[in-house]
């Protein structure tokens, strides 16, 4: 069964209503996430699988200073939940209003009365409610007052410490795709549209597609090998530079630029997902433009050895 997006909470479809559910923001939806899922699902397999999260993320509606940090946006979240065999995601729009929601109305209200859930899920560090007062042994005493079932699922660990999207971030910050992958159980992806630039690129030999980094985390500064899944499922294989573009400009926004290989075709306006798969090299500045085309040259080639050995995509061409 295809998976649901609800995004109006006082409104819920009653085919959507008596599911289970697993509470949480749910950013990267990495293994430890995946556990929780698998956790609720052991509990109550009778039921259909659900999630409620909040969109944006709580820390992006606090703290608004702070630079660019999510893992997954919206669309590329509800994807990675749909593959674990989520059936319904909730996910309830968190406002100035919302945030003022005590953690009892929160409870009654949102979890119980309108989305109708029989059975939640949530790891040991969960709070929520106005001013986060809301905790698990709060959630203990409100669900056996309604009925509700509840598990709470202890966090998955290994030798590091717990699975989180924090260490998530760090490894991908620090230029780590691959270690970053494997904490995911999938690589990396950044998903958005294809915008038009400068058209240096297609000078130099190697057009690119460019996409606005937005609300995503921004990985360490370089060149990746990456594969790209276009809008129709087709995935390429491609090179790209993640960062300022400091032999063409000094600009102040770092962006996306991906070069897809053996691939020619108009991507303007599409979305693209490009899954980061290991780092080449770090940004640099070249002694002009037929150094840096010599460079992108070898970037291509190192990329290409290296997704032919992973099967990471199929060139293909496209006219």
Not at 79 to 88: F, N, P, T
Request: proline share 6%.
């Amino acid at each position: 069964m295809k998976a649901h997006l609800h995004t109006d909470w006082r409104n819920i479809p009653d085919a959507a209503r008596g599911a289970v559910a697993a509470l949480g923001n749910f950013d990267g939806v990495h293994l430890g996430h995946a556990h929780l899922l698998h956790t609720l699902h052991a509990a109550r397999p009778d039921r259909e699988l659900a999630v409620v999260t909040f969109e944006p993320h709580p820390r992006e509606l606090f703290r608004p200073q702070d630079p660019p940090f999510r893992l997954t946006l919206p669309q590329e979240r509800f994807a990675a939940l749909s593959a674990l065999g989520v059936k319904h995601v909730f996910q309830i729009p968190f406002d100035q209003t919302f945030s003022a929601m005590s953690a009892e109305s929160f409870v009654t209200r949102v979890l119980h009365e309108s989305l109708g859930l029989t059975h939640i899920a949530c790891g040991t560090d969960f709070a929520f409610g106005h001013r986060r007062r809301g905790n698990v042994d709060f959630l203990t005493e409100q669900t056996e007052e309604l009925g509700i079932g509840l598990t709470v699922a202890p966090p998955l660990a290994d030798a590091l410490g717990p699975y989180s999207s924090s260490r998530i971030r760090r490894l991908l910050q620090d230029g780590y795709p691959e270690r970053a992958a494997e904490e995911l159980g999938r690589p990396w992806s950044i998903r958005g549209v294809v915008q038009h630039g400068d058209k240096r690129g297609r000078l130099l030999g190697f057009p690119t597609a460019n996409i606005a980094l937005g609300r995503h985390l921004e990985p360490a500064r370089g060149v990746y090998a990456v594969s790209v899944r276009m809008a129709d499922g087709t995935v390429c294989p491609g090179v790209a530079n993640i960062g300022r573009r400091p032999t063409i400009n000094d600009g102040q926004e770092s962006r996306l630029e991906v070069h897809l290989l053996g691939f020619s075709g108009d991507l303007y306006g599409q979305t693209l997902s490009v899954a980061l798969h290991t780092l080449l090299r770090a940004e640099r500045r070249f002694d002009g433009l037929d150094a840096l085309k010599e460079q992108i040259a070898r970037d291509s080639e190192q990329a290409t050895a290296y997704l032919s050995a992973h099967q990471f995509g199929t060139i293909v061409s496209r006219t």
